[in-house]
């Protein structure tokens, strides 16, 4: 739970409030300037009413230029952004001929096999011309390769499960699965703070869904019995399942998902697991399996483990591991495997190459490397920006370290300083997260090297002290207590 300085929250609201003031404003005149024209709506009623797309119009806009940059080169350690300009105040933005050569902060590139690879690499190519950059057709009539058997089986056994299920799309794999795997007369408890892919498929699957406090398993307990002992709402019939859903690691605040107690706590009270670990396979665990290899949990206790290949693999798609029963049962119900193309076979193979290399099957131990290499990196840079006196967010050894910013005025000042000196680095803001709560949320890759990382935290702490974000005291450094303590001697 984050706590907000109370001088913080003050100005933050006070911040928003100044700008939805001055919104209202322009909207009010903008509507007495239309007015005096005839209206080119021919009897049509407005595809966005005011309030509707209010925040994107006196909000966003003005600070876009801070989201959606285009790059021109792989999302490797460095990269290229292509430049953009307005000259209309931000509502548009060109794209230019001019690019600037960018320390990257913000892909989700954390074993660095985004970029061309010595293994990988070589292997797509050759797919692509074996079989096609696409199979033009769904799973089930014309679109499994043998690439797609071999890929299930690759997962499967990587993550620790009987079977699994490959889809072309890491988003669809959450939003398509949930409603198949539950509906009305069933009970979604799911984390706060889960990712809006969950959201939107608890939501579309008509089960009842409860929410407890983020990563509180005390809270998650307390909302299983209260629910279980009142029943379905009006019959108080038992609910015909349980299913308790949380992410690996949460891609907004870098934390571990407490897995052991909540496996333990749902075997208590007979409600399946659905563990999301989007941003943890891969990325975390002595070989990358994971938070259930990082936090010793047995992956028999956890019912449904889902992730994507869009983060650790270089690739993209998503994966549904389970039982075989599980399996076989979506293979002949879910819509995204019955109706979606399929995984594009290069990609596939991406993947496929990916995990041997990870395993160290390609005979060498740069997967390993890769593993430690991460650790290490996000270890360092998440310590030494505590140092300096940032808030941030997260846990150890996690790839993703939210720096807390607040103020909305704070959010461009951030973004637009880095980018001048060659630091490409990702904010958030509402409604991704909650009003008060704007970040900047860095991304660290095996692919950064030592001097990658004291570069950006350069920048960082220099941006910091210029914005004013630095919101707890700095650790003094080591020369200066020396110094220190010649002068006390």
Known sequence: MITIPYLTALTTYFSYGLLFAFGQLRDFFRKLIDWWHASNLQGYAPICLGLEDFYIR????????????????????????????????????????????????????YLGFAASDEYCTPRVVESMKRFSPSTCSTRVDGGTTTLH?????????????????????????????????????????SDSLNHNSIVNGARGSGASVRVFQHNTPSHLEKVLREHI???????????????????????????????????????????YVYLDEAHSIGAVGKSGRGVCELLGVDTADVDIMMGTFTKSFGSCGGYIAGSKDLIQYLKYSCPAHLYATSISPPAAQQIISAIKVILGEDGSSRG????????????????????????????????VMPIMLYNPAKIPAFSRECLKQNVAVVTVAFPATPLLLARARIC????????????????????????????????????????NRVKLE
């Open 58 to 109: 006196r909000l966003y806009l003005r600070i876009q230029d801070c989201f959606g940059r285009p790059i021109s080169s792989p999302p490797d350690a460095w990269f290229d952004v292509v430049e953009r300009v307005s000259n209309d105040n931000n509502k548009t933005l060109k794209r230019t001929t001019k690019v600037s050569r960018c320390l990257n902060l913000g892909s989700y590139n």
């Open 149 to 189: 058997n071999e890929l299930e089986e690759c997962v499967a056994s990587f993550v620790g499960k009987p079977a699994a299920l490959v889809f072309g799309m890491g988003y669809v794999t959450n939003s398509a699965i949930l409603p198949v795997l539950i509906g009305k007369g069933g009970l979604i408890i």
């Open 368 to 399: 390993a490397q890769k593993l430690a290499r991460i650790r290490e990196n996000s270890n360092f840079f998440r310590s030494e920006l505590q140092k300096m006196g940032f808030e941030v967010l997260g846990d150890n050894d996690s790839p």
């Open 444 to 483: 660290i890759s095996a692919a950064h090297s030592r001097e990658d990382m004291i570069k950006a935290l350069e920048v960082i702490s220099r941006v910091g002290d210029m914005v004013g974000i630095k919101y707890f005291p700095a650790e003094p450094k080591k020369e200066q207590l020396g110094e």
């Open 229 to 271: 002992a009142e029943g379905q709402p009006r019959t108080h019939r038992p609910w015909k399942k349980i299913i308790v859903v949380v992410e690996g690691i949460y891609s907004m605040e870098g934390e571990l998902c407490k897995l052991p107690e909540i496996v333990a706590i749902s075997k208590k009270y007979k409600a």
